[in-house]
Nanobody
Framework: QVQLVESGGGLVQPGGSLRLSCAAS????????MGWYRQAPGKQRELIAQ???????NYADSVKGRFTISRDNAENTVYLQMNALEPEDTAVYYC???????WGQGTQVTVSS
């Protein structure tokens, strides 16, 4: 049974940082491409960062230079380090694995003073 469990969301002031985690189970994690998506109110869900099993990464232009995706294959966990957060980053953040077509439940990130 596939499970993706996100954590680490919360309320942060503009300019602050958060680190999201996504713990995976029920998949062959070390070979799996993992992605972070987000969905803001009234907007479509968008891919913001992705990492392949080999560690290759790509980012949406809106987060490039501020967000970093990484993975720990020993812990079956993918991370999203978010720095220099802006109010426009407010959204529900989801973990996704395309090979299994499975989504996590999401974690809310709110950037506000």
């Amino acid at each position: 049974q596939v499970q993706l469990v996100e954590s680490g969301g919360g309320l942060v002031q503009p300019g602050g940082s958060l680190r999201l985690s996504c713990a995976a189970s029920g998949i062959f994690f070390r070979a799996a491409t993992m992605g972070w998506y987000r969905q803001a109110p009234g907007k479509q869900r968008e891919l913001i960062a992705q990492i392949t099993g080999g560690g290759r990464t790509n980012y949406a232009d809106s987060v490039k230079g501020r967000f970093t995706i990484s993975r720990d294959n020993a812990e079956n966990t993918v991370y999203l380090q978010m720095n220099a957060l802006e109010p426009e980053d407010t959204a529900v953040y989801y973990c996704y694995t395309p090979q299994y077509n499975y989504w996590g439940q999401g974690t809310q990130v709110t950037v506000s003073s």
